[in-house]
């Protein structure tokens, strides 16, 4: 696809001048626009034949000009509702982005929950000085990782290296790495859930993801295990998670992300037992890195996009997933 002036680019990630230079230096003949993903109206999003950000879907619903939209996040929940998009509109996802951000934030969480380190930060500001007793160790332990893309694999890789024997489960069959002990898909789910010391998930949120941690699943679980969530909120049974942590059967959980968010204040998830809860923060923006990836993502995009090459990221409408 050859450059052409008339194409009009609307940005509405965060960007800095040097951001700006790098995207236009890859469609140097087209009109940029940059506007906060927070002031886009509709006209404007109707405007635009490429879009860089996420913009509201209802904003975009009904778009007949769009050829492409790239978002900035790995996840893509709104977009692949049928109508939001034109059926011709190639539809891009930012993974890569986040790996090294959110699988440092699962280590740190779920050493402060095997650590109880929780628990002394609780009595930290009361001036208590108590002794929580024994803690559990990654060395030696099995790791399940549930939704085995980016995120997953990146935190697989750091589990290895600490010495935990790490499974995977992904939806499509594909070749093991070595960092892995194997390699699974969906239909071994509550045979890995038995064996597992932690489990994690980085499950995306569609209709086959959903609540697919319950309450037989929690029950599958070994007692004594921990369990992780940075995937999406709708994965989980919140009330059974809950139910699963006040009981012991489980002995710690960390969760990045809740059904609903924001979590409200009456939810019993809050008073859940070796529970640590950040409210979706552990991407976003707020490692430097995420942010310089994502825009890399998108210049390197930018420049298939008028060159006409294949884009990476290609996300499928039927699936909600990145074409493999």
């Not at 969760?255 to 979590?263: C, G, H, I, K, S």
Request: proline share 4%; aromatic share 8%.
């Amino acid at each position: 696809m050859a450059q052409n002036k008339d194409y009009k680019i609307l940005v509405v990630l965060p960007v800095e001048d040097r951001h700006k230079e790098l995207l236009k230096s890859s469609a140097t003949d087209a009109d940029f626009e940059f506007i906060p993903a927070k002031d886009v109206t509709e006209e404007q999003a109707h405007e635009a034949d490429i879009i860089i950000g996420n913009v509201a879907p209802e904003l975009i619903r009904g778009t007949s000009k769009l050829k492409w939209l790239q978002l900035n996040s790995a996840g893509t929940d709104g977009y692949t509702t049928e109508g939001v998009l034109p059926k011709e509109t190639l539809l891009t996802n930012a993974t890569g982005a986040y790996g090294l951000a959110i699988s440092e934030h699962m280590i740190g969480s779920l050493l402060c929950i095997m650590k109880k380190l929780h628990l002394y930060g609780a009595d930290q500001p009361k001036h208590v000085w108590n002794d929580y007793g024994n803690v559990a160790s990654i060395y030696g332990s099995k790791t399940l990782v549930v939704g085995f893309g980016d995120i997953g694999s990146e935190f697989a890789v750091r589990m290895h290296a600490l010495g935990s024997q790490v499974t995977g489960i992904r939806r499509n069959k594909t070749e093991k790495p070595d960092y892995l002990e194997a390699l699974y898909q969906m239909d071994a789910f509550y045979e890995c859930l038995r064996t597992a010391d932690i489990v994690a998930t980085c499950l995306p949120g569609t209709k086959e993801t959903y609540h697919i941690f319950d309450k037989k699943a929690f029950a599958q679980m070994k007692e004594g295990a921990f369990f992780l969530n940075v995937g999406r909120g709708s994965a989980v049974d919140s009330y059974a998670l809950a139910d699963a942590l006040n009981s012991g059967h489980l002995a710690g959980a960390s969760v990045d992300v809740t059904e609903p968010e924001p979590l409200p204040s009456d939810h019993p998830l809050w008073d859940a037992k070796n529970l640590l809860i950040t409210p979706h923060i552990s991407g976003n923006y707020h490692l430097k890195e995420t942010h310089e990836r994502i825009v890399r993502i998108a210049a390197d995009n930018l420049d298939r996009f008028m060159r006409g090459e294949k884009l990476r990221n290609v996300v499928d409408f039927a699936t909600g997933y990145r074409k493999l």
